[in-house]
């Protein structure tokens, strides 16, 4: 659901950014970048639309144009689209770069926002060093390249939008696409774990934890291994104790919800290794769950793996009362997947990186009604 008024903590943010924007594209600068950097379930996607819309509103001399680019896993350039379409309310327009952008245009139109997935985009093969995504390569309707060079030539203003920035260093590609093809004027860089090193960047916009905290928009902490020792079971390995604390804890959820007559089914995930090891974790997890009536088959467990992919369809999984409870996974929803019905994180894996850890327990903060 769009979060219709921006809280206190994300007007300070849009003015912030509305402020140094401003100041950075009156500057003879190359790479002007601005590092916007918010915690997981804050509002990103809000605040960053309701900055376009201001900067349009503020800068009427200025000719604009916006490029969003989002990595690719989970569809969520497409999840960003109909989010910034629900925001924007009719103005300005927002396309999907691969349906309106398909050889027929010839240049992006002033206050328009495109959005893309920068890993389709600056994918090339390894051996030929050729694009491998049709939008880039040499046809006889416009590609991107093109397309980029005569928004440039109709004296466009490009200010691009790199979402969930800590994802675009694992293409090395990610570089030339906006070094050497886009040159945009401004580039904000927007992640709750940006990456950028003082001095990579000019600018920086913060949005404490605490701030959105304080707003109800996610947890106030996150307890690990709540009353797991009081399962009392001497024939349990640690792995059924795990689970069976994570299914009891997700069955009390759901009870207090039913009593304060909330509609929102509390969903747990869990987080399998992605060597040989996962498959055998995944079979514990299912036949673990079936004997507690939750199957694929009934609709109660979903799987979001490359290999297999049941009950998570787009925009359905993540409804409050969706009847999915337990979700199986490797790493597809680490970054920008939004559930906020999604409660708790059983883990069967060990996480080596703090980037991808915070990410991946970022899925878990986001409250449901946007309040405590």
């Given at each position: 659901?769009?979060?219709?008024?921006l809280?206190?903590y994300?007007?300070?943010a849009?003015?912030?950014l509305?402020?140094?924007?401003?100041r950075?594209?009156?500057k003879?600068?190359?790479?002007?970048?601005i590092?916007?950097q918010s915690?997981?379930?804050s509002?990103?996607?809000?605040m960053?639309?309701?900055?376009?819309?201001?900067l349009i509103e503020?800068m009427?001399d200025t000719?604009f144009?916006f490029?969003?680019?989002s990595?690719g896993?989970g569809?969520?350039?497409?999840?960003?689209?109909?989010?910034?379409?629900?925001?924007?309310?009719?103005f300005p327009?927002?396309?999907?770069?691969?349906?309106e952008?398909?050889?027929?245009?010839?240049?992006?139109?002033?206050?328009e926002?495109?959005?893309?997935?920068?890993?389709?985009?600056?994918n090339?093969?390894?051996?030929?060093?050729?694009?491998k995504?049709?939008?880039?390569?040499?046809?006889?309707?416009v590609?991107f390249?093109?397309?980029?060079?005569?928004?440039?030539?109709n004296?466009?203003?490009?200010?691009?939008?790199?979402?969930?920035?800590?994802s675009r260093y694992?293409a090395?590609?990610a570089f030339?696409?906006?070094e050497s093809?886009i040159?945009?004027?401004?580039t904000?860089?927007?992640?709750?774990?940006?990456?950028?090193?003082?001095g990579?960047?000019?600018e920086?916009?913060?949005?404490k934890p605490?701030?959105?905290?304080?707003q109800?928009?996610?947890?106030?902490e996150?307890?690990?291994n709540?009353?797991?020792?009081k399962i009392?079971?001497?024939e349990?390995?640690s792995?059924?104790?795990i689970?069976?604390?994570?299914?009891?804890?997700?069955?009390e959820?759901?009870?207090?919800?039913i009593k304060?007559?909330?509609?929102i089914?509390?969903?747990?995930l869990?987080q399998i290794?992605?060597?040989?090891a996962?498959?055998?974790?995944?079979?514990f997890?299912?036949s673990?769950?079936?004997?507690?009536?939750?199957?694929?088959?009934n609709?109660k467990?979903?799987?979001?793996?490359n290999e297999?992919?049941?009950n998570?369809?787009?925009?359905?999984?993540t409804?409050?009362n969706?009847?999915?409870e337990?979700l199986?996974?490797k790493?597809?929803?680490?970054?920008?997947?939004?559930?906020p019905?999604?409660?708790?994180?059983?883990?069967?894996?060990?996480?080596k990186s703090?980037?991808?850890?915070i990410?991946?327990?970022?899925?878990?903060?986001r409250m449901?009604?946007?309040?405590?």
């Amino acid at each position: 659901m769009a979060i219709k008024e921006l809280r206190k903590y994300q007007t300070e943010a849009v003015d912030d950014l509305i402020y140094k924007s401003k100041r950075l594209l009156n500057k003879n600068l190359d790479k002007r970048t601005i590092v916007f950097q918010s915690p997981t379930g804050s509002g990103k996607t809000f605040m960053m639309s309701q900055y376009i819309k201001q900067l349009i509103e503020e800068m009427k001399d200025t000719d604009f144009c916006f490029l969003w680019l989002s990595p690719g896993k989970g569809s969520l350039h497409k999840q960003s689209q109909q989010s910034l379409k629900i925001e924007f309310e009719g103005f300005p327009d927002v396309y999907l770069l691969e349906e309106e952008f398909f050889g027929s245009r010839r240049a992006i139109a002033k206050n328009e926002v495109v959005v893309g997935n920068w890993e389709k985009l600056s994918n090339k093969d390894s051996q030929t060093g050729e694009w491998k995504n049709i939008l880039m390569k040499d046809k006889e309707t416009v590609n991107f390249r093109e397309l980029i060079q005569g928004t440039k030539e109709n004296n466009l203003k490009i200010i691009l939008i790199i979402d969930e920035s800590h994802s675009r260093y694992k293409a090395e590609r990610a570089f030339e696409l906006r070094e050497s093809i886009i040159t945009p004027d401004l580039t904000i860089e927007m992640s709750a774990t940006p990456i950028l090193k003082e001095g990579e960047y000019n600018e920086r916009v913060t949005v404490k934890p605490n701030d959105v905290i304080e707003q109800g928009m996610i947890k106030k902490e996150i307890i690990i291994n709540e009353n797991i020792d009081k399962i009392d079971d001497d024939e349990s390995t640690s792995q059924e104790l795990i689970m069976e604390a994570a299914y009891r804890k997700r069955l009390e959820l759901k009870k207090l919800y039913i009593k304060n007559e909330i509609d929102i089914n509390p969903l747990a995930l869990i987080q399998i290794p992605v060597s040989e090891a996962g498959e055998e974790k995944k079979s514990f997890i299912e036949s673990f769950l079936a004997e507690k009536g939750i199957t694929k088959d009934n609709g109660k467990l979903a799987v979001w793996l490359n290999e297999e992919k049941r009950n998570q369809e787009e925009g359905i999984l993540t409804k409050n009362n969706n009847e999915v409870e337990f979700l199986i996974f490797k790493q597809a929803i680490d970054t920008g997947w939004d559930c906020p019905r999604a409660q708790i994180l059983v883990r069967f894996r060990e996480i080596k990186s703090l980037v991808f850890e915070i990410q991946t327990v970022g899925r878990i903060l986001r409250m449901p009604e946007a309040k405590h």
